[in-house]
């Protein structure tokens, strides 16, 4: 058995770099444009570059540490997406091998076996349905999504630990996780479910004690979950209750549980980003989730394990959901890569779990006969099933080899999402003709669902890209964009600073001011705002109102 501990982490490390490898030949892609491609601020290992790491929400996100990861990419690889690839994928062979020993140790503890083949078994095909589902390669063709791959990397150092009573090590590395991305923030939440099953805590120690070992993990979490908060307000990516009701949250965050569940087990190639599906749809996977929500809790004293691991998946998701950002919070397959860490478990838990005393006889009987091993039916369905989770993989993965790809694909199942995303790519090669049309095409796909916020972001953008063009007419047009995105988000203060801009070309001042200082009401203490609004002022002569204004930029 030594040379199978030795032979299995190295297996799992190997089939996972084989299923994803292709991803070394993808370029940059998605939002690697914004942080990689057009930010050079992280760009070494530096003071200037630490110092602005470790002090930035740039793009909405508090993640130091993954910033060093790519400051460390700039300075081995340049700005080859190949080397930064590697570094990923890299990284989740890393999780794959630490998920398998995890596992190995949960299902030691709530299995009644001593057998070292079932748990290893069990444990490797539980790390390699982690490792090698398809709903993995989003997080790797992305370079951007790192934070995902690394936060959780310190987080399952943080169950391993814990999982040994070493808590102050795991306290450590919990640090670690928030710094690289505050994912794990409910952490505190995770370890006791893990008190209670699988390592039965609750019967050796009172309930008020096991929350009191908690509280340290706590407030370790809470700076990070109120930075991520302002993080998300400066993004804008906070949604008023009176904008995205209870009930409506409520809904999404069902329908979102749903739909992992579901992307788990249903294995195909599908856009990797949604924002809304058809109503029957979205039914029948809010259905699911209350379904299988009222099944494992009624199933929780015999089935322990069902529950625990449902909860699990429920708790990880939480802040991604669509409860707090909402309805601009896709559902994407990168959220679920740490959430369904405990639906690997419970499979594995399957695989592995003993046969019972009737089933051994008569295996035992027939193995007198023949051949025949009472685990080898587990066994060949195992290998089938993660062969073809891999080939999934290897083609998931080519779908993101670069945007005309990516594109292309998504169009053909998404087409209002995916005309968006063309118009923002295009803009960001200066093709404003190009953005104009696809944006049009998705505002004329997308207009009729009702999501008014999500359609005036996209009147916003389009009046933008106008504009950005400034041909005959584009300004007129602009305006009206502008507009109309403000009547549908009068909360959103970026096009009353859009319209001012606008009015600013078309050297009506009066109006201007009005508009500028419309999205200050909105956004009191934005700098730029105030900066913006100073100059106009002073360029008509309102000196006195224009240092007001400067000094409060300045201020801000």
């Keep these: 058995m030594s040379r199978l501990k030795v032979l299995a982490p190295l297996a799992i490390a190997a089939a996972t770099f084989i299923a994803f490898i292709p991803v070394l030949s993808n370029n940059f892609i998605g939002d690697d444009f914004s942080n990689l491609l057009r930010n050079r601020l992280y760009r070494g290992l530096g003071w200037t570059q630490l110092s602005w790491m470790f002090t930035t929400l740039y793009m909405g996100h508090y993640r130091p540490l993954t910033w060093m990861t790519f400051g460390f ?7 080859n997406p190949t ?11 890393a999780n794959a091998v630490l998920f398998y020993f995890i596992s190995k140790r949960l299902l030691a503890s709530a299995l009644p076996t001593n057998d070292d083949w079932q748990l290893t078994s069990g444990a490797a095909f539980a790390a390699l349905m982690f490792a090698v ?14 934070k995902e791959l690394l936060a959780c990397f310190f987080f399952l150092w943080v169950v391993y630990f814990y999982l040994q009573g070493r808590t102050r ?7 670690l996780s928030l710094l690289s991305k505050a994912t794990a923030i409910t952490a505190p939440v995770l370890l006791l479910i893990l008190d209670w099953y699988p390592l039965g805590r609750f019967r050796e120690k009172n309930f008020a004690l096991l929350l009191h070992e908690k509280i340290s993990f706590a407030l370790v979490a809470l700076p990070f979950a109120l930075i ?16 995205y009701g209870p009930l409506s949250r409520v809904a999404q965050a069902l329908y979102s ?29 809010i259905g699911l989730t209350v379904v299988l929500t009222v099944l494992f809790y009624l199933l929780r004293n015999r089935w322990p394990v069902a529950w625990a691991s449902w909860l699990w998946m429920v708790i990880s998701l939480s802040p991604v959901v669509g409860v707090i950002q909402a309805p601009q919070a896709f559902i994407a397959d990168r959220y679920s890569y740490a959430a369904c860490l405990s639906l690997a478990v419970l499979v594995g838990g399957l695989l592995s779990y003993p046969l019972r005393e009737r089933a051994k006889k008569r295996s035992e009987r027939r193995r007198e006969d023949s051949y025949y091993h ?41 087409p209002g999402q995916a005309h968006q995303f063309w118009a923002i790519f295009l803009a960001d090669q200066a093709d404003y003709a190009g953005a104009i049309a696809h944006m049009r095409e998705a505002l004329a796909i997308e207009r009729n669902l009702g999501l008014h916020v999500s359609v005036a972001d996209m009147h916003n953008s389009l009046g933008y890209f106008l504009t950005q063009r400034a041909q005959n007419g584009d300004l007129e047009e602009a305006l009206k964009e502008y507009q109309t995105a403000a009547e549908l988000d009068p909360e959103d203060a970026t096009p009353f600073f859009n319209l001012g801009n606008v009015y600013t070309k078309r050297r009506e001042f009066g109006k201007a001011v009005q508009k500028f200082e419309q999205a200050l009401k909105l956004e009191p203490k934005n700098a730029k705002f105030h900066a913006t ?3 106009i002022l002073s360029r008509i002569g309102r000196e006195q109102e224009a240092e007001s204004s400067f000094q409060k930029s300045d201020r801000d």
């Design 228 to 243: 991520a908060l302002i993080g998300r307000e400066e993004q804008q990516y906070l949604i008023s209750l009176a904008t």
């Design 374 to 414: 009472p685990g080898i039916t587990k066994i060949v369905a195992a290998a089938a099933i993660l062969c073809v989770l891999a080939g999934s993989s290897w083609r998931q993965t080519g779908l993101w080899k670069n945007m005309t790809s990516f594109l292309t694909h998504m169009v053909e199942s998404n």
């Design 169 to 175: 090590l795991a306290l450590g590395f919990f640090v």
């Design 83 to 93: 080397g930064y690839h590697l570094t990923s994928l890299l990284l989740h062979c």
């Design 533 to 535: 609004l100073a100059k």
């Design 257 to 285: 549980i749903g739909f992992y569940v579901w992307r788990t087990v249903v294995v195909y190639e599908i856009p990797p980003q949604f924002v809304q599906a058809p109503t029957v749809i979205s039914i029948v996977l």
């Design 133 to 146: 589902h398809p709903t993995r390669a989003e997080v790797l063709s992305m370079v951007t999504d790192r």
């Design 73 to 79: 990419d700039y300075l081995l690889w340049g700005m």
